[in-house]
């Protein structure tokens, strides 16, 4: 265990070598970087945050729609779920726009924002 298979090198040299060998780090057939690309891109997650936000206030009623069915509580605990349903996929919108808060996220990429937030500082920052 002295030495590595490749013949020595860093680490980052090994794992590069490694991830081309598994075609780790190919790139999608359809990365020209052209306005098609970027139309795509866009397409996908504004599809993706509408059916996020959808979707977790849909659970969200249903919950709160069969509790105060079983409980006899009609219009409260419907309330309360709607504004839990909305909060959570609001929280899933920021999530998947990546937040200066909570690192980097998908968009970042997109908006040349640093990886960590406005200010650079985040968990790929390096300390």
């Known amino acids: 265990m002295s030495g590595s298979e490749d013949g020595g090198g ?3 040299d090994r794992l ?13 057939p359809d ?3 052209g306005a098609g690309n970027l139309g ?11 059916v996020e936000l959808v979707s ?3 659970v969200a009623v249903a919950i709160g729609w069969w ?11 419907l309330g309360v779920f709607v504004l839990l349903g909305g909060a959570a996929g609001v929280a899933n919108v920021w999530r998947i726009m990546g937040s200066g808060a909570l690192g980097a996220g998908p ?13 650079g500082k985040g968990r790929d920052s390096g300390g």
């Open 107 to 119: 968009m970042s990429e997109l908006t040349g924002r640093p990886r960590g937030g406005p200010g």
């Open 10 to 12: 860093s680490f980052e």
């Open 67 to 77: 509790l105060d069915r079983w409980l006899h509580t009609s219009p409260v605990l």
């Open 16 to 28: 590069r070598a490694a991830r081309h060998r598994q075609g780790l780090d190919a790139r999608p």
């Open 56 to 58: 977790a206030l849909l």
């Open 40 to 50: 795509a891109s866009a397409w996908s997650i504004g599809l993706r945050v509408g």
């Open 31 to 33: 990365q020209s970087g």
